[in-house]
């Protein structure tokens, strides 16, 4: 049992589960369970119905890797790689969709993944900032990064840096103003806006592969 | 957060279904209002039916218009190279809201279904009659700096957040909407409500109603348009005041103006009177300020929103400026 203070979920949630089970015979019962989950195809679901408590099966790409889990429904995207996967190079910084540390890439969008449930990835692909380098060689954002300063206290920077690269693969690292308008949605606290700026018209302007 | 069953449709009827039969279930497009309020318990759906896969996702050109799906994503309608020619308003309005990452995540359908931003809807330990019925209104003698100089009733006076929804009112959209009795349309401006003694009812849809697509029909205001939007800085925030606007000017004199409020009620406000005291006038700022002096009339403010009275007009009349300059 995790005592991460980034879950939501209080320590003894196994035990608050198993009472609540105890007591919500009636929720069950009005619950889609397996059993129906045939039937529910024909009625146009797939297979993936749930009932509340129970894990659902979830098979997708994280950094090139495949997973096949299962998860409850209401872990989102952010929990689910941090808690789950372990990859806690995303950050939870609000957990509301207000500071951006959190971005990761799916199918090559980024997104906010606090603010989606994991189940709903289903079948795609998610990069995290640890899948950005390739091997021991740094992603040309996370050296521009190095290089401009563009932190200081590093904890806004994962994200920061997926969206950078984004910023720049969507075309809209064109001058500083649009930098400035389409890295609007990462929060800096320590204010490293400006090296930030700098770090991707390095990159932009580097010419390299992004 | 509360626990829930999760379902996912890959069929519209099968989700409506659901949706219909069970008041405590919800769909969940993009989720970047839904599960924010699941997270702090302003909504407990005990069942999502999660709509994503249902392929309601297309920008298709009609004879008379253009068809946005519910679910195209915000960031795909705005760069949509169909939408910039023929409808730049709903672009301009699309980016200027949320951020680049929530507009990859937000889509059309959630987008306008999104819910207030009053800040006693989100906290639980304040009366709120939109978050529980006939508790009260906190913002009446509370904090209203955000709150609506139109249309608000003494049971809400929360404002609609979304910037789209102000260049669709403006434009004369259509709802396409599937639900459990069939499929109907309404007109975009028929779909959000005033507060009036229901503010718990954001929308006229109907249990279990699915948005399906957005029509809207083609216009010549493919030039002059603008959007304004007035916030607390420069971007990621949410509006103070917008105007969305759209005018076609042939010599100098104005043929037609679709006006619109975003930031002053408690759906997207459409100026009808002000539109028409644009028509036949000269595209000079006197005329703007005459229809912002229209726009306004009706206006009244609160304790602390007063400052509206006159963002909102000098809103309108820098749109109107920026648009038939362009
Ligand atoms: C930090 C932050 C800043 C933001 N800033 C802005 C801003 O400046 N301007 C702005 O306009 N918005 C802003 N937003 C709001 C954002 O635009 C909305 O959250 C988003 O558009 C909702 O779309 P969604 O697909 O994620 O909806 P969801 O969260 O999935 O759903 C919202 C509601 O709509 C219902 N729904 C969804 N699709 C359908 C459908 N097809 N038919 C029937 N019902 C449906 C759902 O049941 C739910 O009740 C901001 C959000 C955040 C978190
Ligand atoms: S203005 Fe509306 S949303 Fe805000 S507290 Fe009053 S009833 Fe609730
Ligand atoms: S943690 Fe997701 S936006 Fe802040
Ligand atoms: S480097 Fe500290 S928050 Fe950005």
């Not at chain 1, 009636?26 to 619950?31: D, G, I, K, S």
């Not at chain 1, 990835?121 to 950005?132: A, M, R, V």
């Not at chain 2, 702090?40 to 297309?58: A, C, E, H, S, Y």
């Not at chain 2, 306008?112 to 508790?135: A, E, I, W």
Request: proline letters at 5%.
């Amino acid at each position: 049992m995790t005592t991460n203070p980034d879950l939501d979920a209080p320590a003894n949630h196994d035990e608050a589960r198993r009472t609540f089970l105890k007591q919500s015979s009636l929720l069950t019962a009005l619950a889609l369970v397996p059993g129906s989950v045939v039937t529910a195809a024909a009625e146009g679901f797939d297979e993936r119905v749930a009932a509340a408590f129970e894990k659902i099966p979830l098979s997708l790409k994280v950094n090139g890797v495949k997973h096949k889990v299962s998860v409850e429904p209401r872990a989102t995207l952010l929990d689910f790689l941090r808690e789950q996967l372990h990859l806690t190079g995303t950050k939870k910084g609000c957990d509301y969709g207000q500071c951006g540390a959190c971005t990761v890439h799916v199918d090559g969008q980024r997104v906010n993944s606090c603010l989606s449930f994991a189940v709903m990835h289903d079948g795609q692909e998610i990069t995290t900032i640890e899948g950005l380098a390739d091997g021991d060689r740094l992603h040309p954002m996370q050296e521009a990064f190095v290089k401009h300063d563009g932190f200081q206290c590093g904890y806004c920077t994962p994200g920061q840096i997926m969206s950078a690269v984004a910023c720049v693969r969507e075309g809209h690292a064109g001058s500083e103003g649009e930098i400035r308008e389409y890295m609007s949605g990462n929060i800096c606290r320590c204010g490293a806006y400006a090296n930030i700026v700098a770090a991707i018209q390095d990159v932009k302007g580097g010419g390299q592969k992004v | 957060m509360n626990q829930f069953q999760y379902v996912r449709a890959t069929k519209p009827q099968a989700a409506i279904d659901v949706v219909a039969k069970d008041p405590t279930a919800k769909f969940i497009a993009g989720g970047t209002n839904l599960v924010d309020l699941m997270k702090r318990g302003v909504m407990t759906p005990q069942k999502l039916v999660d709509i994503n896969r249902l392929p309601l996702n297309k920008i298709e050109a009609q004879p008379t218009g253009l068809r946005i799906g519910a679910l195209a994503l915000n960031s795909a309608v705005a760069g949509d190279a169909q939408v910039r020619a023929r409808q730049p308003l709903l672009a301009l309005a699309l980016n200027a809201g949320a951020s680049p990452q929530l507009r990859n995540m937000a889509t059309v359908g959630g987008n306008m279904l999104q819910r207030v931003r009053c800040s006693y809807f989100y906290d639980l330990s304040m009366p709120c009659n939109k978050r529980q019925p006939g508790t009260g209104c906190a913002a009446l003698e509370g904090i209203n700096r955000m709150h609506a100089l139109f249309g608000a009733s003494d049971k809400c006076i929360a404002v609609h957040p979304s910037d789209m929804s102000v260049a669709l009112v403006a434009l004369d959209a259509t709802v396409l909407i599937s639900g459990p009795k069939g499929d109907r349309q309404l007109a975009f401006s028929d779909l959000h409500r005033l507060p009036g003694d229901t503010p718990e009812r954001d929308s006229n849809l109907e249990a279990g109603e699915l948005i399906t697509a957005v029509d809207i029909p083609d216009n010549p205001f493919t030039r002059h348009v603008h959007y304004q939007k007035v916030r607390e800085r420069a971007s990621y925030a949410f509006a103070l005041v917008s105007a969305a606007v759209a005018l076609d000017i042939e010599n100098n004199t104005i043929k037609a103006a679709r006006l619109a409020l975003g930031g002053v009620a408690h759906k997207p406000w459409r100026l009808p009177a002000a539109e028409q005291a644009l028509v036949g006038q000269p595209a000079t700022e006197a005329s703007f300020r005459r229809a912002a002096e229209v726009a306004m009339q009706g206006a009244k403010a609160f304790k602390h929103n007063a400052y509206k009275l006159r963002l909102a007009p000098n809103t309108l009349v820098q749109a109107l400026k920026t648009a038939s300059a362009a």
